[in-house]
């Protein structure tokens, strides 16, 4: 168990107290300086805290401040909620292509950038979507003779911001995995085969 204190504006405090009780967190204590803001004391397993320093600093628009140290052992306080969305997995081992990035897009939230190595079962981005899709990050555009002015050069795919190990841990389910490596983090599936991974979807639902 971890002890939290939190400081944040006022008019965060609602946003703060629903997100830790949804990670099983207790509040304690609550001091309000009526000076707009206000401290809170919340008592929180540990595993509730992987991931949540980055959601706290976008709820607070970066003004709140939080400390923990751990306060001892206690009884499991049962599961909560991990994300909602589904994961993006290449379906195949080759370079990521620009053309190919810039079409997956609109599906989510990416975590490779063109000229990055993927193969197969890797997980390249989080699916806007509660299920996970298999994509093609390598596909290359057909060529053809007709070109339009300017078309191809507007191909960019969103900037990333690379994950943190912290991150990682806090996004994948219990099908996948963190892998690190002295140069980079990557996720992937514990069954790296899509076809694989379908068949036993299939075997569960029976």
Known sequence: MERLLVDCEERFLGVVTEKLSLRKGKMTNMVNNEKGRIRIEFSIPTRGLIGYRDEFLTDTRGTGIMHSTFEGYGPFRGEYPSRFTGSIVSDRSGK?????????DPRGRLFVEPGDPVYEGMIIGEHNRGVDIDVNPCKEKKLTNVRAAGKDENVVPTPINPLTLEQAISFIREDE???VTPKSIRLRKKVLSAQKRHTLAGRSKK
């Open 177 to 179: 995995l963190v892998e």
């Open 96 to 104: 990521c292509v620009p053309y190919a990035l810039f079409n997956l």
